[in-house]
């Protein structure tokens, strides 16, 4: 037996019994006996001029000095080192440690991570910490497909691309396949030969400290051996344990993603638990997945998981073998699945990340290769560009469909080109028009029977947000804490929820929601008893058990008819005028019978069409119409219902838009002295609209500006700013700025 081979079989033979010792309980501290490290940074999103506090406390059983060593990796640059000062404890057997960083104006944006390492005699021990600042932009990157022939060279040339790109997030994944794990294991059948360059993931992260990148391990079960499925859990651990062994003090390291994907909400378990499995090696470990996102209850019951803390939901547009097969999603639902999963996160202070697909099966094939056309990449680019709440975009995947495909196919330089103009778009709007919601939200209550309710009431309530030219985040039901284990029903509403919703006045809208399971009901009557406003739409109206049907809406509903018109019973706003006509595609639901509700408007019938509730300190406003037909058939009326709502808020809309379908997206916002609005034509043709900026003193000087072009549309009073006519080219988009225009400018 050679040098080298003795060599290797010893390390084998001591990894083993070291990782043998370390996963006898899967759960336990990974810390030697009588030593821990735990680090905690605040704040986790930190503004530009503020100064993060990095905090590392030691807990040790034995007497004697205890040497800190820290380093802060810096997203684009690499890890520096980081001076630590102890300071007092208030626990006799503890020390502490402390540093502040500042944060430059010039910073640059991504997960900061810290590296901190405490070592007493023998004894060492790794814990991490990280902070994020501003978004990101991430690859998933596929270990076991770089070439073995000058793998180095090939490794650090994407490194290298990605980073140009404006990359600053790798998933460094695929590190366990069937033929070999990429890293010398003593859990798998097939490990790599330690200190070889078999050993990829060491390579791997090397190179993302030197770019800048940080970095993320996929961690999967041993596929290099057949096992029973009960069996996977339990190997996931164990890998996870030694890859944070192995791998713990590479300062690029932040944190483990999950291999293990999913449609739906049988993945919660196994994530729990893979979450859980990660914080019992280091708290400030961070956590990923990335599930598909059929099921809107899936985005809930995730961000109710503690110890996850960054969601990227899948895109779905391009992953289909046949049409017959697997649903292709449009554009647009890149940005409703991101949405969705904002919905759920925000509350939870977790992360989500935006997902593009660069790949294309057999009818969204390009060039004849599993490869995502520029068109299609561009696409997905800036739907996902215009959902307010995700802190950044992954793809799936640069380093696969792009990086090694333009090695031999000119086709996929095409698609980068696609990818390169969609992410100018995507940080110029995600920055600008998608920075903050509208405070319009579509709720989407508990449902196990959740296929039927998104398809019949979920889409259509979406796309006719898009033709009314209104941009609503997607809100999730959330089950609250001691409540979100499955398969039991929960039954009460989660508080934290509720709060969220109420302080950040949220005009929450329900479409054709029949009946409402207890957490639901008594959810909606506490916010809007609370001071909350509430729309619902029909034909369902929501029953629950928690509150009186009567009491909320302020009415009573008569048997559903055909109905031919609804007419406006006052004015109420701009452009709802009293006695005018709304003709209706014989559009069939019930009219209802106002007790302490003001009838708005009213079918031919007499019975009330909208009615206005004053209910505890907020108000409940009830349309019988579906969204979809009020939108088709009354748009006026159902855009002055949404402004009456937001003002019982003290809230206006930026923006009105005509002449848009459901083949847009769109987004709005307000960032310092400007507003913006983004609005993307999904469409194969291009789209005359027209564009009035609302709310603005008539005794100013304003600008309208073509913020992709520079151009300045418009200049001058409030009232000559009224229907700015604009071609929005086909599969494009644009984003306009309004401004007060400086004297003599």
Sequence with gaps: MGKVARSSLVFFIILCLFIGCRSDNSRQKSE??????????????????????IESTVRTAKSGPVKIEARMFIPGKGPEI?????VQSADPAAKKFRAGKKVEADAPEGFYTLTVAATQGRQRVVSKGSFLLGS????????????TDGLEKDMRAYFEEFQKLGGNLVIIHSVITPEKAYYPSAVCSKPAVAGSPEDRISLALKLAAEYGLTALLSVSWDMTREMPYSECLDSTRRIMSELWALYGNEPALAGFYNYQEGSGTYLVWQMREFCAAVKSHDRGLLTACAPYIDDPLLAGYLAAIDDLDIIIYQGAVMASYRKDNRRCFPYRRVKDFASL??????VKNKITLSHVELFGYLEKQYAGHYLASPEDIYRQMLSAAS???????VFFTYHYNIFDYAKTIPAALESRTGLTEGLKAFRLIAKTAALHGTHLGLYIPYNDWWADRWTNAVVPALDAF?????????LPFIPRRREEVLPY???????????????NRYVLVLSDIAGMQDPDSQMLKDFVEQGGVAVLFGPA??????????????????????????????????????????HLKMTRASSWQPTTATVLASFEDGGAAILANHYGQGWCFTFPLSLQEAARDCPEVVGDLFDMALDKYGLKREFEVHGLSEEFDLAESSSGEARYLAIVNHGDSPRRISVSPLNLNDLETYEIKDETSGEILQVGKASNLRNLALTIPACDYVLLSVRERSPGS
């Design 489 to 503: 029903y929960p039954y009460h509403p989660d508080e934290e929820q509720l709060q969220f919703l109420l302080k």
């Design 341 to 346: 999963a904002a919905g759920a996160t925000r």
């Design 541 to 582: 109206i929501p029953y629950g058990d928690r509150f009186e049907r009567e009491e909320l809406t302020g009415g009573r509903e008569n048997p559903a008819g055909l109905h031919p018109w609804l007419k406006i019973e006052k004015p109420w706003e701009k452009r709802t005028q009293k006695d005018r006509i709304y």
């Design 387 to 393: 959902a307010s709440g995700p802190e950044g975009i």
């Design 32 to 53: 030697p006996a009588g030593l821990s490290l735990e680090t905690i940074v605040s704040p986790f999103r930190p503004a530009r001029g503020e100064t993060v506090v």
């Design 82 to 86: 980081l001076s630590m000062t102890e």
């Design 136 to 147: 990101l932009i991430g690859d998933f990157t596929i270990l076991s497909s770089f070439p």
């Design 466 to 474: 898009r033709s009314l030219g209104l941009s609503p985040d997607i």
